[in-house]
């Protein structure tokens, strides 16, 4: 069977104090056809947490080691789950979601942008992980 790539196009528009952006995001999806329809889609969720006990400055960006950070069951982290090329990552900081453009993470580390900003101590930073693989039923 032939295999076939959408692209999944998703707009956002943000308007903060009279000032609008326009956002396009361009996620391919790869779609393989089956014979057999049925199937499971199982989402696979981790969660890392990691509280900094000084600021930290963005101003020229900053990595964060995944050692860092805790898991779920609240035990130390050594790496991040690997999440492509099925899933997603999500960055809150202080329980805000940031911007996709803001943020990479690898399997060893978060690595924030250059931004105008301090993350203050104390202020929770949270990388959460969604992966998605099949299952036939």
Do not use: W
């Not at 960006?61 to 899933?87: H, K, Q, R, W």
């Amino acid at each position: 069977m032939e295999r076939h790539k959408k692209c999944k196009k998703v707009v956002r528009m943000i308007d903060y104090k009279n000032y609008s952006k326009k956002i396009v995001c361009q996620t391919p999806i790869e779609v393989i056809p089956t014979n057999n329809t049925e199937f499971s889609i199982i989402p696979t969720v981790k969660r890392y947490f990691y509280i900094p006990v000084a600021n930290i400055n963005v101003t020229n960006g900053v990595t964060i080691p995944a050692n860092l950070f805790y898991n779920d069951d609240g035990s130390p982290t050594i790496e991040f789950m690997n999440f492509s090329p099925n899933g997603y990552a999500n960055l809150y900081i202080n329980a805000l979601m940031q911007e996709g453009g803001m943020y990479e993470v690898s399997t060893n580390s978060l690595t924030i942008s250059p931004a105008n900003a301090i993350i203050y101590a104390r202020t929770p930073i949270i990388v959460e992980l969604l992966s998605f693989s099949t299952k036939l039923i």
